[in-house]
């Protein structure tokens, strides 16, 4: 990721524009021992298989990335120029640590994967322009019966 110094003054002025809503209630819960836990990925790199529509410009949606897709059938559309992709060409646990909570779940250290992880492409829109597909997702969490998140921004 790029410093804001280095970045002219309208794409530094426009990232500095980005705002995160306060949250009305208290959103974290405690929930059981990590041994115990169901964890999902959720991503904003804009990641997702090669039969999967692209992420476009200024994207709000999402991709479902089903829980036994290998890393590297991931592919990276993210619009954004204003980071180095490199790590992610190299290993996708960079940005999505499948692999890493596979040997984590393989160790008994969590308790098991979800069936799917989610991705967004977050560059361009603002915060509460996700809320629809935010709560879509919530919604597929619970259904999975996620009770653990590894939020993965880029």
Known sequence: MVRLSDLSDGAANHLRSKTCP??????WVSGPPL???RVAIITTAGLHTAD???????????????????????????????FDRSGFQQDVNVIFPI??????EAAG??????????????????????EAGAREV????????????LLCPV
Do not use: C
């Open 22 to 27: 306060p949250f009305k209630t208290q959103p």
């Open 35 to 37: 041994k115990q836990r």
């Open 52 to 82: 999967e529509q692209n992420f476009g410009f200024i994207d709000t949606s999402y991709r479902v990335i089903a829980g036994d897709t290998d890393g590297s059938d991931l592919l990276m559309s993210h619009t954004s120029v204003n």
């Open 99 to 104: 692999d890493r909570l596979r040997e984590l």
């Open 109 to 130: 250290e969590i308790g098991s994967l979800g069936r799917f992880h989610y991705a967004f492409m977050g560059a361009g829109a603002k915060a509460e322009e996700f």
């Open 138 to 149: 919530a919604g597929l969490l619970k259904e999975d019966q996620i009770n653990a998140v």
